[in-house]
């Protein structure tokens, strides 16, 4: 059983690892200098490999073959892209497709080249970030947040950026139009129309056009769960994402909209940052829910269909205080959340021991590695907060 008491020098010397805000380069590490000296002296030791992000762009990384580790390639991405505090970052095997596939996390210790050859030829050849390739399956490497802390100061970054080549932005914004798109950052209607106004204007504003341009509002804004109803109420909702964009935030800047967008999206939804496991109830696996672990507890969400909007709803929520620990099942690939009911004065004023509800989800076995991941550094807090550093 893994859970809140399972405190080894080892693992916590693991954690502090991960949770540290800048990544420090061990005695292997090559400057930018050395690499080049390198690519002169033994060509063959510097490779490039291609590293996305959830949009859907597209980064390189130069390394050393023999010597770079994972933390190699997050340093020298945070070096090429500007990025402050590196901390809450990670790079993550997609394994067969975003949408429906699986997130593997890659540990900071593991050699790059060592990751890269455990995938076939034809996995490296097939580019399926989202979809996956159906019969013939595909990996990519992903950097993306790894975990959200409110007052971090890797949020702090984000939050502050003065401009739009700000890489803690960029990965904020990335990471939030992403989640949006999928449906899991509306919970009503008006929510829906005023984030996808937003987005659009922060889209548009580089075409340089004063024209509402209803197939970009489709193809690259609306959720797709949103675009399943008839045509009339897709129609509707397109005329009022432009009413609401012409009110007034199509004068705001790209810069500024962007911010705003996830200020509102990180004021509505608590589960803001994390990033969101698709589930299925372990008593009915045909009903499907979403796992969210947060700096607070952990989120079960649930879509509701009784409307086209899809709009996304608290399910059961939980705070880590509340969580005696969690089981994980390799067999069957569930997880099992053992939530406390009742508190500790309840139980001395009763005289009866805690009693433990069990929430217990199917998942995919890439996912569950990373839920688990997630559980266990949600569940010790940042390594520290922005006011305790200063």
Not at 46 to 72: F, S
Not at 157 to 166: G, H, K, R
């Amino acid at each position: 059983m893994s859970g809140l008491n399972f405190n080894t020098k080892q693992e916590d010397t693991q954690l502090e690892k991960k949770t540290g805000h800048n990544r420090m380069g061990t005695a292997s590490f090559k400057s930018s200098e050395m690499l080049q000296s390198l690519e002169t002296s033994n060509p063959s030791q510097i490779r490039t490999t291609p590293i996305n992000l959830l949009d859907g762009t597209m980064w390189a990384v130069r390394y050393c073959y023999e010597t770079d580790k994972i933390r190699h390639a997050m340093i020298r991405l945070k070096n090429t892209h500007g990025l402050q505090h590196d901390g809450a970052y990670s790079l993550f095997a997609v394994h067969d497709g975003l949408i429906s596939g699986e997130l593997m996390p890659i540990e900071d210790e593991m050699l790059l080249k060592d990751e890269l050859q455990q995938w076939t030829g034809e996995q490296q050849r097939n580019d399926f970030l989202f979809d996956g390739g159906g019969k013939v399956r595909s990996k990519n490497l992903l950097i993306r947040r790894r975990v959200y802390f409110r007052e971090s100061p890797e949020t702090r970054e984000a939050v502050l950026a003065e401009n739009m080549q700000s890489m803690a932005h960029t990965m904020a914004f990335i990471d939030a139009s992403y989640t949006f798109r999928r449906g899991w950052y509306h919970q009503n209607r008006e929510q829906l129309i005023e984030a996808a106004a937003l987005l659009y204007n922060a889209l548009h504003i580089h075409t340089k056009s004063e024209k509402f341009d209803t197939d970009m509002c489709v193809s690259e804004i609306i959720p797709h769960v949103c675009l399943t109803s008839t045509p009339d109420a897709i129609e509707e909702l397109l005329n009022d994402v432009h009413s609401r964009w012409k009110a007034g935030i199509n004068k705001i800047t790209g810069l500024q909209s962007e911010q705003v967008f996830c200020h509102k999206l990180s004021t509505w939804n608590p589960w803001y940052g994390s990033i969101v496991f698709p589930v299925s109830d372990t008593a009915n696996p045909l009903i499907f829910k979403y796992l969210a672990a947060t700096q607070d507890g952990i989120y079960v969400l649930t879509r509701d269909k009784t409307n086209y909007i899809g709009a996304i709803a608290i399910d059961k929520f939980t705070a880590w205080s509340e969580v005696a620990g969690w089981e994980k099942d390799n067999i069957d690939n569930t997880i099992a959340i053992n939530v406390v009911t009742n508190s500790n004065s309840e139980s001395k004023n009763t005289g009866k021991s805690n009693e433990v509800d069990v929430w217990s989800y199917k998942v995919k076995a890439g996912n569950m590695v990373c839920i688990i991941d997630q559980f266990i550094e949600y569940s010790h807090g940042p390594l520290c907060t922005v006011s305790e550093r200063e």
